[in-house]
């Protein structure tokens, strides 16, 4: 009596599905993907440990380039709209109120405003730019910007960022702190990229201990 | 499945001199193409940066005018922390003294092992007060990663000071001895 013969099953598997998920989670992973927008100012941020997520709404952002110029951002039209009002009643510049509400930064002296948003889109380019007046305490256009800002907003906090370059000299961040110190804004936050906390120090105790940090 | 019928179809006979034509199999072997496909996926994940920015919080003190509203600092607890151009840092415990002999130089990498030392030194947690003051060659990626410094050690009080003239021409000077010294 011989035993009984098992059946020989082929070991190549049907791979054609495997295939097919590999394939989908390419794409899928690929289509989700989204591009960094090129950013008109190139700024290199510094890392930190901060583990904040920077917020995106209601901000009110300054740019320090590597040469110490400086720029400013908002993302609120309305308030963008209201300061044009004010620049061209107090200032009689003579802005287009639709083109500054739709300009994503300002980078140029009071005087030259009219120009820069007369300017296309793509040659807005922060080296091209001659940047917002900040160094001398004379003629710190920073502070009247920060004084629209505040009055525009009406109350209501924006979230005021600082987002310098790493090369930035340290004299053009003191001249845009001064600027806030000027308005009373005392609390603002610095954009950094993040970083891991070293090992055995105070900090790292801490997140091991399980306290949570104050941010 | 991802087959073909590649058997001659209706299965009539064919005349005594026609070859058969060789059944080849249709089926592909996807196994590399798997690996393929994976790979790229494992590129892909690797290679994307997650590109969530973070933010630090700075928060100023309002600029006390008259002098007894300033905030006072015992001696003992202080260390004052200056920032030179090219990444140099230097410190100085206390008060600076005349002949600047406390005036140290240290790194950035250094100056975590000093900050440390000082705040297990210091008696009481609160007396420990680091004062900050940036040159005006450094740049602002020293700025805050003495700022992270700070956030790194737990170190609770900490001021951003103009400096002074005396110090920013030690600051200097130091720095020409020690480009001098690396010269010769």
Known sequence: MGRAKLPRKSTSIDMTAMCDVAFLLLSFFILTTKFKPSEAIAVTIPKSVAAKVAPSKDIVQVIIDKDGKVFLEMDDESVKENIANTLNTTKNLGLDVRAFKKAPFFGAPFAALKSFLALPEDQRKGNLLPGIPAKDSSNNELTEWMTMVLSSYQGKKPNFLLKGDNLAKFPAFKSVVTAFKKNDILKFQMVTSPEGVPVGTDLWKKAQAGEKREE | ?184
């Open chain 2, 1 to 184: 499945m991802a087959e073909m019928d590649t058997s001659s179809g209706g299965g009539h006979k064919k005349g005594p001199g026609v070859k058969k034509g060789k059944k080849l199999s249709t089926r592909v072997d996807l196994t590399p193409m798997v690996d393929l496909g994976f790979l790229l996926i494992t590129f892909f994940i690797f290679t994307t940066t997650m590109s969530q920015a973070t933010a630090m919080k700075l928060i100023l003190p309002k600029d006390a005018d008259k002098p007894e509203d300033q905030n006072k600092a015992k001696q003992s607890g202080v260390i004052t922390i200056l920032l030179g151009k090219d990444n140099n840092v230097f410190y100085y415990e206390g008060e600076l003294d005349n002949t600047a002999s406390n005036f140290k130089s240290s790194n950035f990498h250094d100056i975590r092992d000093v900050l440390i030392q000082k705040k297990n030194s210091v008696r009481e947690l609160k007396d420990f007060v680091v004062i900050l003051k940036p040159s005006d060659e450094c740049t602002y990626k020293n700025v805050v990663d003495i700022l992270d410094e700070m956030t790194i050690n737990v170190c609770t009080r900490y001021a951003l000071v103009d400096i002074t003239d005396v110090e920013a021409k030690l600051v200097t000077l130091s720095e020409a001895n020690a480009a001098a010294t690396a010269n010769n």
